[in-house]
Structures are given as structure tokens and as C-alpha cells.
């Protein structure tokens, strides 16, 4: 049935959830396989089920796809700031959070995480693990949670309590609370940028920019925890950023 309204809470609760049931049968899936598709399901489960959960529940609402999820296109400035703020945000957090990874059980995580991700290049390649971290991980996490869930919680909550949920419930998928306080930085950048600049892309650029620094650190031989002082090229970017999304 049509819902004149646009998206509703109801929308964001059931396009999370569904994704939570989708991701689970993806992983118990990788399990019953081997070789590629096991290791595929393995690291990029929640984006598959993302993207199928947003697909099955904006039809079913018929909710349009480009009012709900913000693709409208904002421009070459925005997307510059969203690549800024990415680049900045991965300097920053690695100078900072990323300093909780070090600490007893986070370095245990922070280590299965890398395990996880090093079977998986073995198995799909460089390219393949590059394209699920750059370009699935950002388009499907951002059309799912700035784009579905955030436009559902807005239309009833405030502002500010519309973004402090959706951003939750992105962190709380990441378990370790030495993750989940890093996602929760990331999913807070992401929407705060949505909001100023009407439109998903720049997030999408931001969060591929994010995670694509952060391989391209460890590439060149970077170690995941920066000393201190490479917090002021960071901000630097991030000023940037910030700078072109304020400009008109």
C-alpha cells in the first residue's frame, strides 16, 4: 500500500531488522560452503543483506527509492568534502581511538578481525577484498542506515535523536566495544553530513574514503595505531572538509 507520508519508523525498524535476519542466514550460508563464496558471505553478509533488506521493504511500502535514500546528486563540492572528511576522519581515529585496539581483549579482536580479513584476500584476491571494503561496505551500510533508517527515524524524532539511533544501532553491529566506539564516530560523521548536504553520496564517498585509507595505510606498511602527532594533518583534512560542505 502506498504511505503518502514517506518513509516512517516502522520502515527503519523493519528494513534493521530484516537486515539482522538476512546477515545471520548469509553467515550460517558461508558456513554450509567452502572455498569462495564461504569467504565472500564471511566478510560482506551485513552489505548483501543491506541491500536486499532495503530493496524488500521500500517495495513493499512503495516508498521511493531516491526521496527515501537521498540520491539526489549534491555536486562536485560535496562529494570533495565527503572525500576530505573520510581521508581526515581515518588519520584522526587512528591517532586517537585506534589507540583502544592496543588494550587487552581489543588486541585479541583487532587480530581475529585481521585474521578474517587475511584468509579472505588468500581466498577472493586483493581486488575482490578491495571492492567489498571500498565500494559494497560503504554503498550498502550508507543506503541502509543514513539513507532507510535515518529518513524512517526523522519523520517522527527529533533531529538529534533520530541521528543518535541510527547511529547505535550502525555501531552496535560491530561487537567489540573498541570497534563500536570507532563505527560510532564514523555513523555520526556519515549522517551529520547527510543532514547538512541533503543527499547519501558525499556519506558514501566519506565512508569508502575512510576504509579505503585505512587499507592503504596497511599496504604501505603503516601500523593501525599512529603516534599522536599525526592528529594535526587529520584535522587539517578534516577542516577541509568541513570547510566545502559549508560553503553554498
Known sequence: ????RGP????????YFLMLLLAVLFFLFSDWTDGWLSALLRISAMQWASLLAILAVLSLAALSFRTTLRLNWPGPRAMAAGLFLGIG????????????Y???????YAREVQQVLGEAEVRLGA????LVIVVLAPVAEELLFRGAVLSGLLASYPQWLAVALSTAMFAILHLHPAHFSITAVL??????TVLRLGSIWPAIVL??????SAMLMDILGFPEVLPLWT???ALAMMGTGVFLASRP
Open 187 to 192: 555513523g555520526l560523521i556519515c549522517a551529520l
Open 1 to 4: 500500500m502506498l504511505d503518502p
Open 89 to 100: 576522519l581515518s588519520g584522526f581515529i587512528a591517532a586517537t581511538l585506534a589507540h583502544l
Open 207 to 212: 565512508h569508502a574514503a575512510y576504509n579505503g
Open 231 to 233: 592528529i594535526l594533518p
Open 102 to 108: 592496543s588494550l587487552g581483549e581489543a588486541a585479541d
Open 127 to 130: 581486488l575482490t577484498l578491495l
Open 8 to 15: 516512517q519508523p516502522l520502515h527503519a525498524a523493519a528494513s
